[in-house]
């Protein structure tokens, strides 16, 4: 979730440099140092200084594994000695300086306190200098918890990008040059000072952090200060924030997939409110700003290339946080959105102003009634609306749902449980499972409930209206193997399609808040779902290779000589009857191995992508084909319009490009493989120097 910070986030649009796996190690050295003044001493896990890129991040963190003491923060703990810390308890007074320094050489970290041994160990270190980075002050790191803060002053703070020797330490003094150049150099001695390294010239400080007397003072949560080498995101006189892709994304970042580019992070990145209006799609997707989680806003005229509009719906404009909801057209033609009003406790409602929708009125909440005129008790959360004839009908999320109608959307009538008492035991879901994040529309002849379980993610059902009630009569998930694929948002193309996204979390891909590939959805008569990727994803598309009529013998590898890449899209069409288990592994290294497995075996019925498995199963003499769309570490496969997963490799590594077929239980035929290079949706240039997309890029 996003949360109030008192922090103080510094960043720099750098290079990722291109880099084998094992050239990395020599670049992971480096330095922080931070002359801190603590407010006290009981306070646990902010940080006097935080390198971060994407996820990752090292930091000067005060008291967070044991009260008192100073660490190496980390993400996960993975570079941060143990909670048998065996350093001394701080007890320095509120009006002390003290110099704290962590060095980062090979797989060593040492910490220092005036210069002298404070904590020594083994690390598996990381170059966080050489990317796309920012430093934090305050939290541990950008999106911790607002427990996560540390209160006091800063004098000066520098980075250096080396390793500096225990006596070189003891030479730094604040406000005086030192022998060895610093990478960053912060000394706060006028109110909007940048970096006097040079790298950090734009600032903008916000929640009352101050620059005063020569120091960063952090006293409250919410104070801000974020500087950047050159501003990725704007941020308007009034206050409004428009995220923006830095100019030299790191090389971890996806290439065509909607992601969250900053400030704030997108935790929960819920897609929210989507729309078709006056010749644009419209976006809204949770991420966090100072004061609490606000509707980022997104739109396009295809769904694939977006973006950025300022973001206003925030707390400070509603009053209350922005949690999860949908977007729908009232009865007079008009943008209208419904969702959970953080700390309202109620379920909100808001009206478009404009036709850029960046205007809407006061929101309005929901205070449904019982038929006899009663206030109703019902709990509520992620609602849903939608208009079906004449009457407003809502759902009140979470376990169990509840719905509601209105004629006016003022005049709410609570309608007891969602569920029908007729519902089919044999779904596997009861009427009082969680129904959140939910999204109800007309599907072929059923309507469709997208929705999530907080423990299984994403899945639908199938079904209709009877009694005022919903009835399914089909029930699946959508996310395999726990709930990365999540919290669901669907909209009506201008050409009659519904198109779906899911926010993506729990994969180790940066940064955080990724949209999933946008999905059409078709219920066909034979009643089986439709899935297939968009199809203006086919814009992106170029360098095409193709290769015909291979057959992959039992257990032998079959190299594609000419497809390689990290953002690719593959169709393979494969002859029936398949072998056993028949697949690719696709990110592998140059000797055709350690790649992530796509596979689909017959007997066991399942399509499987990585550790990801999927139910899935072929008619008898159907062939087989597979779409695989590969970005960066990140896949998501679609088979024969009828399943899809998505799955990642791990850390991204750029040298994993390959692509392999193999065959088990007998030899397979593949009628044809056809491979794109993908252009990126965020940058112009040419395709083949940088990926980069054609028209509409995001700025």
Not at 535 to 547: F, I, M, S, V, W
């Amino acid at each position: 979730m996003s949360m109030k910070m008192a922090s103080i986030v510094i960043g720099v649009a750098g290079f990722m440099c291109s880099m084998a796996v094992a050239e990395a190690a020599a670049g992971t050295d480096k330095t922080l140092v931070s002359w801190v003044c603590l407010a006290n001493t009981t306070q646990q896990g902010g940080s006097a200084l935080t390198i971060q890129s994407g996820d990752r991040f090292d930091g000067i963190v005060f008291g967070e594994r044991v009260a008192g003491k100073w660490m190496a923060g980390s993400e996960g703990f993975a570079r941060t000695q143990g909670d048998q810390q065996a350093n001394a308890v701080e007890n320095a007074d509120d009006k002390t300086l003290v110099q704290m320094a962590i060095v980062y050489k090979g797989s060593q970290i040492a910490i220092y306190r005036n210069g002298e041994p404070y904590a020594s160990y083994e690390a598996s270190n990381q170059d966080l200098l050489k990317t796309q980075n920012q430093a934090v002050f305050g939290l541990r790191h950008e999106g911790a918890g607002p427990t996560q803060t540390l209160r006091g002053s800063i004098e000066e703070a520098r980075i250096y990008d080396k390793a500096l020797s225990a006596e070189e330490i003891r030479k730094l003094e604040t406000n005086k040059e030192s022998e060895i150049k610093p990478y960053a150099w912060w000394t706060f001695e006028t109110g909007m000072e940048t970096d006097r390294m040079g790298r950090f010239p734009v600032n903008a400080l916000s929640g009352g952090a101050k620059i005063e007397g020569g120091r960063l003072v952090l006293a409250s949560d919410g104070a801000t200060l974020i500087a950047a080498g050159k501003a990725a995101h704007t941020v308007s006189p009034d206050g409004l924030v428009t995220p923006g892709m830095p100019e030299n994304p790191p090389a971890n970042w996806l290439t065509y997939h909607l992601i969250h580019p900053g400030p704030g992070r997108a935790e929960p990145g819920d897609p929210n409110c989507a729309f078709y209006w006056k010749g644009r799609y419209h976006l809204f997707y949770i991420y966090g700003q100072d004061g609490g989680p606000a509707f980022a806003h997104v739109s396009s005229t295809d769904m694939v290339h977006w973006k950025w509009h300022p973001t206003t719906l925030t707390p400070k404009s509603t009053g209350h946080g922005m949690f999860s909801g949908t977007g729908f057209i009232t009865k007079e033609g008009k943008p209208a959105i419904i969702y959970h009003g953080w700390w309202s406790g109620r379920n909100q409602l808001a009206f478009a102003l404009d036709d850029n929708l960046e205007k809407w009125t006061k929101p309005l909440a929901i205070m449904p009634k019982e038929p006899s005129g009663e206030d109703t008790k019902v709990r509520q959360w992620d609602p849903d609306c939608w208009l079906n004839g004449d009457t407003y009908y809502g759902i009140s999320g979470g376990g169990p749902p509840h719905l509601m109608k209105s004629g006016d959307l003022k005049n709410w009538v609570n309608l007891g449980l969602l569920m029908h008492d007729d519902m089919p035991a044999t779904l596997g879901v009861n009427k009082d499972d969680d129904v959140s994040c939910a999204n109800m529309f007309k599907l072929g002849n059923k309507w469709m409930l997208l929705c999530i379980n907080h423990g299984r993610g994403c899945g639908y059902y199938l079904g209709d209206f009877k009694d005022e009630k919903y009835l399914p009569d089909f029930y699946t998930m959508m996310s395999w193997n726990g709930n990365n694929y999540f919290a669901p948002e669907s909209v009506l193309t201008k050409d009659g399609r519904r198109v779906m996204w899911a926010w993506i979390m729990g994969l180790p891909i940066s940064p955080t808040g990724v949209q999933s590939l946008p999905r059409e959805l078709e219920l066909p008569k034979d009643g089986a779902l439709r899935i297939r990727p968009l199809k203006e994803l086919e814009d992106l598309r170029y360098a095409k290779q193709e290769e015909k009529d291979i057959t992959v013998k039992s257990d032998a590898a079959y190299a594609l000589k000419e497809v390689n890449g990290d953002a690719l899209e593959l169709e393979l069409t494969v002859k029936a009857p398949l072998a056993a288990e028949f697949g690719l592994d696709v990110l592998c290294d140059k000797d055709g191995r350690n790649g992530l497995r796509i596979a689909v075996a017959g007997e066991s019925k399942l399509l499987k992508v990585g550790k990801v498995e999927a139910p899935f199963e072929l008619k008898k003499g159907e062939d087989l084909v597979l779409r695989v769309f590969i970005d960066k570490n990140f896949v998501e496969v679609f088979a024969n319009d009828r399943q899809a997963a998505v799955a990642a490799s791990g850390e991204y590594v750029q040298a994993k490009t390959g692509v392999t077929l193999f065959s088990k239980g007998g030899d397979t035929v593949v009628t044809r493989v056809r491979s794109w290079k993908m252009k990126s949706i965020y940058s112009a240039g040419k395709p083949e120097e940088s990926n980069q997309a054609t028209e509409e890029p995001v700025k």
